[in-house]
């Protein structure tokens, strides 16, 4: 067989069919290379259900290609001559094929992207990295619309790309005359609960994701997840099969109560689309214009599509370019010098707290959780208590099935931790118990009392507010938006801000024993 002049490195969050690089191969002479490789399961302990995603996903586009003609190097898990790292096997293909270029899409990991432009740099071939064109926005157009700009909130970001997409627009105003439905989109339900909310779609496993399935759990048998589970998306008809189920059955109440929580019901009123978005399994132009022509339609109430179509061209976008802006830098940052062992319920589940007995048992037993699980509850509590950032950041990597570390970490040491001191988030999102029992019926079934600071009955989100206001009470009072909470303190006698650093004491030593 003649040696390929090029070689295409895919990786396997990189599965977009219509990819720059696609116009840019030719079949017949070049190489596309893919690599199941061990160090991407094993840096972070990755959930079974995310490293079978993301082989699956693979397997299929590799069949695809071959069958479209192209020259396929696939290395699997398995394979006794794999690396089991992604630059140790481009460096491998490389040489033994000595091609002239090497071409790469945009990698979604900065410490990824180093190492595999390194290795091409330093073999002779010359690089070539296609932008990936599955995004609305390049990190480039990001730094120049960031240039000058004291603060990088999204909610201007996502008016940009807006008015650049037309996406929910009359002429230049948005349309129902309002960029945001943010407060409309903030219920809970009802004491009666959810009622008869449509499951997502299931995908049962095919051949080929039920060989990856036996593989992931001979190779990974102490990593979390439950592998019985696995239902996802893994080819591009999946996923606009999905994204047509949701856009049917849930997406009319998703505005309503996308930020609720319930007992019991892991997906509610969800797309559970992020996976095959982050994949690249699915369009965000298929996923925004689908909710838009359904409010056209009369499917979707204009509060539902707005906020749905902001998840994905305000956020998704916005944390991509933070994150490349930021880095290697963004990583480290620990802007309330969190100091705290991540407690060992984050990897068992087993806790009173029927929040986080919720919310992290079905993030280990499926591998998802929604956006306010995430935020409000495992990423509050874990603020709170003080863990160090780049361990919860770990943590959030490892046990989601759409993490991805360009959304995951901007997500985490901004949004949920406050890490970065206010370069996403204008104030850390800090609150006690009492969010959670608003928005959900977790406090219903739990025998701690979110009005209650300290004692026997006391809430330990409630408790941790509180002394992470006493703690981080000089930088917090220099926040406007944080000024009212802290001012809440003078509030309280000496005796009773003894007894919540006790009570706060007691409760991190109770948990680090976990």
Same mark, same amino acid.
């Given at each position: ?12 969050? @990189? %599965?977009?069919? &219509?990819?720059?690089? =696609? ?7 070049? +190489?596309?290379?893919?690599? /199941? ?113 004291? @603060? %990088?909130?999204? &909610?201007?970001?996502? =008016? ?7 996406? +929910?627009?009359?002429?230049? /105003? ?31 496993p095919d051949v080929i994701t039920m060989e990856v399935l036996a ?80 409010? =056209? ?60 007995r919720e919310s992290l048992g079905q993030t280990l037993r499926f ?148």
């Open positions: 067989m003649k040696a390929p002049g090029r070689i295409f490195f895919l990786l396997g969050d @990189q %599965l977009d069919r &219509e990819g720059a690089w =696609r116009g840019a191969i030719d079949p017949g002479e070049d +190489l596309v290379l893919f690599a /199941e490789v061990r160090e991407e399961s094993v840096k972070v302990p990755s959930h079974k259900v995310r490293t079978a995603l993301f082989l699956s996903g693979m397997r299929h586009f590799a069949r695809e290609l071959e069958d479209d003609g192209c020259r396929v190097r696939y290395v699997a898990l398995d394979d006794p001559e794999n690396t089991h790292s992604l630059h140790g096997e481009l460096a491998r293909c490389i040489g033994e094929h000595n091609p002239r270029e090497v071409h790469l899409v945009f990698p979604g990991e900065h410490a990824i992207r180093e190492k595999l432009h390194d290795v091409v740099n330093g073999s002779g071939a010359g690089l070539h990295e296609h932008e990936d064109r599955h995004f609305f926005s390049t990190p480039d157009e990001f730094a120049r619309w960031a240039e000058g700009r004291k @603060q %990088l909130r999204m &909610e201007y970001f996502y =008016r940009e790309r807006r008015k650049a997409t037309g996406y +929910l627009m009359e002429g230049t /105003e948005p349309a129902g005359g309002k960029w945001n439905y943010d407060k409309e989109n903030r219920k809970s339900f009802p004491k009666s609960g959810p009622g008869d909310l449509s499951a997502p779609r299931a995908f049962p593989l992931v759990e001979e190779a990974f048998p102490g990593h979390p997840g439950d592998l019985a589970t696995f239902d996802w998306p893994v080819t591009p008809d999946d996923a606009r099969a999905a994204l047509d189920d949701f856009i049917q059955h849930r997406l009319g109440a998703f505005g309503d109560y996308q930020d609720a929580m319930w007992t019991g019901e892991p997906w509610l009123c969800h797309s559970r689309l992020s996976a095959a978005l982050n994949l690249k399994l699915l369009d965000p132009r298929e996923a925004c214009e689908a909710a838009i022509g359904a409010h =056209r339609s009369g499917g979707a109430p204009l509060a539902a599509v707005e906020g749905f179509v902001r998840q994905i061209l305000g956020w998704r976008e916005y944390v991509r370019g933070l994150y490349w802006m930021h880095m290697p830098d963004y990583l480290d940052l620990n802007a309330l010098g969190a100091g705290n062992k991540l407690p060992g319920i984050y990897w068992t589940g087993d806790t009173e707290f029927t929040c986080l591998g998802y959780a929604h956006h306010i699980q995430r935020l409000m509850v495992t990423g509050l509590f874990a603020m709170l208590y003080g863990v160090r950032p780049k361990e919860i950041h770990e943590w959030y990597l490892a046990v989601y099935v759409d993490a991805v570390e360009w959304v995951e970490l901007p997500n985490v040491a901004g949004m949920s931790q406050w890490a970065d001191g206010g370069i996403m988030a204008s104030k850390p999102y800090a609150a006690t118990g009492k969010y959670i029992q608003r928005m959900s019926n977790y406090c219903r079934q739990c025998p701690r009392d979110p009005k209650v600071r300290t004692g026997d009955r006391a809430c330990p989100f409630t408790t941790l507010y509180w002394d992470f206001l006493l703690q981080h009470q000089g930088t917090l009072s220099r926040n406007q938006r944080m000024s009212l909470q802290v001012r809440n303190l003078q509030r309280l006698s000496d005796g009773e801000k003894d007894e919540i650093r006790s009570a706060a004491s007691a409760l991190r030593c109770s948990l680090a024993r976990t």
